[in-house]
């Protein structure tokens, strides 16, 4: 093969790595608290939020980004970003519960 083909065939590996390699986080919502308060991704990750209180609990954005209802008890949301920043949320009938997702 000639070096050409070889740079071609290294650019797309890397683009294929990259595709493949986006994650999901998860994130318990127990004991009127979100665990971890804080977690730290990278573009086209997502995070998974899962209810394992007894008490109904929601993943609402701080500003209006997203909401993802109430989740029942073992109900879980998801949302993928896109951009970076930082993101803070809240619980919408628990105010006091709080979180933020990072995406560096």
Same mark, same amino acid.
């Given at each position: 093969? $000639?070096?050409?083909?070889? %740079? !071609?065939? /290294?650019?797309?590996? @890397?683009?294929?790595? @990259?595709? =493949?390699? /986006?994650?999901?986080? +998860?994130? %318990?919502?127990?004991? !009127?608290?979100?665990? +971890?308060?804080?977690?730290?991704?990278?573009?086209?990750? &997502?995070?998974?939020?899962?209810?394992? *209180?007894?008490?109904?609990?929601? %993943?609402? &954005? *701080? @500003?209006?980004?997203? *909401? &993802?209802?109430?989740? %029942?008890?073992? /109900? &879980? !949301?998801?949302? @993928?970003?896109?951009?970076?920043? +930082? !993101?803070?949320? $809240?619980? /919408?009938? $628990?105010?006091?519960?709080?979180?933020? =997702?990072?995406?560096?």
């Amino acid at each position: 093969m $000639h070096f050409k083909t070889y %740079a !071609f065939l /290294a650019i797309f590996v @890397t683009i294929l790595v @990259t595709v =493949v390699t /986006a994650a999901q986080i +998860s994130v %318990a919502i127990e004991n !009127f608290s979100f665990k +971890s308060q804080t977690v730290k991704i990278r573009i086209n990750d &997502s995070v998974q939020w899962t209810n394992k *209180d007894r008490a109904g609990h929601t %993943a609402t &954005s *701080d @500003t209006g980004v997203w *909401d &993802s209802g109430m989740l %029942a008890t073992g /109900a &879980s !949301f998801s949302r @993928t970003f896109t951009q970076r920043g +930082s !993101f803070p949320y $809240h619980c /919408a009938p $628990h105010p006091g519960m709080k979180g933020t =997702v990072i995406v560096e």
